[in-house]
Each structure stands twice: as structure tokens, then as C-alpha cells.
């Protein structure tokens, strides 16, 4: 299991302060779609520099032109590049073949997808490296999470990665880590703490934990 560190309020030099921060607590650094609309691709380019053995995510979140974006984002030097899980097949493809190209990895975002258990398993068979379930802040703010949904891709996925995003604090953890996802994403459960550092420590220890 490994911790991602999702960036979504911040601009570049903010960004790059956080990630000092608590660097060797986490695996993965997102730069979060409100990031690279702000600030473009720039962004995934100076924290790859900045941080050039930490694993870097572009949360694209794509939708089209899949194989284009995705060479795009990993000329700026990500190494994992999202597209959510209702785009079309062809668009999958498309994303797939050129992270395949590349060397990068792609992370499915299942956002909005209504029935998890069928596409998980057409994405799986895609050739998806990440099948990721997410509560999205619109749906947070719902009181809804996606501990649900990670259960339901752990079951029917077979050669892809497990992720789960959205809304989970220190105090949820340990509920997700019982399910054993590959990998587990952060953003204010680490970002709106006064002591980030710790936060992401003790994250750190309880997946280590396992
Ligand atoms: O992709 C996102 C929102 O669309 C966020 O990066 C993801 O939800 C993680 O952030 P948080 O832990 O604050 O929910």
C-alpha cells in the first residue's frame, strides 16, 4: 500500500513548501486538477524537478483526446496520468497505449461512474494500471465516501491496481487500510492540518502497519 499526497489548493511554490514538508512520509504527489487548470502542466514540471524520486500523478481527470493529453503530461515529466472512468473506450485505449509508450502508468477515475462493478472490470480488461473509486468534493460535502466501492473493484478486478480518493482523514485510515487498496490518496486529510508533517507520519506508520 502506498500513500499519495494530493495537491489541490496550492499554487507552485506552495505547492513545492508542502511537499518539503513531509516528503518522506508519502510515495506519490498529485497535482490536482484545480493545480494544473491554474497553473497548466508548469506544475507537474517543477515538482518533478523539485522532487525527481517521488512518484508524480497529473490529475488530468481526461475525457478525450486521451493519447494526445497523456503524451502531453509526460513530457512534463508525469509518471501517472488520470482519465475518468465514463469516458469512452476508444479514449481508454487511446490512453493506455500511449502511457504503454511512454513508460507512465494510467489511473482510472471512477467519479460519477454509476455501476462500478461492470466497468471496473471493462477497465481491467482495457489495461488500466489503477482502478481508483472516488468521492468527489460535491459528494463529500453529501456525507457519502467510497469505502463501499473499493470492496466492490477489489472483487472483480484482476490485474490492475486498487486506489480510493475522497475525504479520508487520519481517523478513517484504518478503515481503508483493512481493505488493502495498492494505493491510498490524501489531499485535506494532510493539507488542512496546522501539522502536516505529523499527520502524514502517523499515516504513514499505520499503512506500514498494514
Ligand atoms: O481529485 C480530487 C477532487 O476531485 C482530490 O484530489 C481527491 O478527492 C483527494 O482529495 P481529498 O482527500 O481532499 O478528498
Known amino acids: 500500500m502506498k500513500l499519495q499526497l494530493a495537491l489541490d ?22 497535482i490536482g486538477t484545480p493545480v494544473v487548470i491554474n497553473e497548466g502542466l508548469k506544475a507537474v514540471k517543477e515538482v518533478k524537478a523539485a522532487f525527481p524520486n517521488l512518484t508524480v500523478l497529473a490529475d488530468l481527470k481526461i475525457m478525450d483526446a486521451a493519447g494526445y493529453e497523456v503524451s502531453q503530461a509526460s513530457a512534463a515529466g508525469a509518471d501517472i496520468i488520470t482519465i475518468l472512468g465514463t469516458a469512452e473506450d476508444e479514449s481508454i485505449k487511446g490512453a493506455v497505449e500511449e502511457a504503454k509508450k511512454q513508460g507512465k502508468e494510467i489511473l482510472v477515475d471512477m467519479i460519477a461512474v454509476k455501476d462500478i462493478a461492470a466497468r471496473a472490470k471493462e477497465l481491467d480488461e482495457l489495461g488500466a494500471d489503477y482502478i481508483c473509486v472516488h468521492t468527489g468534493y460535491d459528494l463529500q460535502a453529501a456525507g457519502q465516501n467510497s469505502f463501499e466501492d473499493l470492496n466492490t473493484i477489489k472483487n472483480v478486478v484482476k490485474n490492475a491496481k486498487t486506489a480510493i480518493a475522497g475525504g479520508i482523514k487520519l481517523e478513517t485510515l484504518p478503515e481503508v487500510i483493512k481493505q488493502q487498496p495498492d494505493l491510498i490518496v490524501v489531499g485535506g486529510g494532510i493539507t488542512s492540518k496546522e501539522d502536516k508533517q505529523d499527520t502524514a507520519r502517523e499515516m504513514q506508520t499505520l499503512i506500514k502497519q498494514g
Open 9 to 30: 489548493l496550492v499554487n507552485i511554490p506552495e505547492a513545492i513548501e508542502l511537499v518539503k514538508e513531509v516528503e518522506e512520509y508519502i510515495d506519490v504527489v498529485e
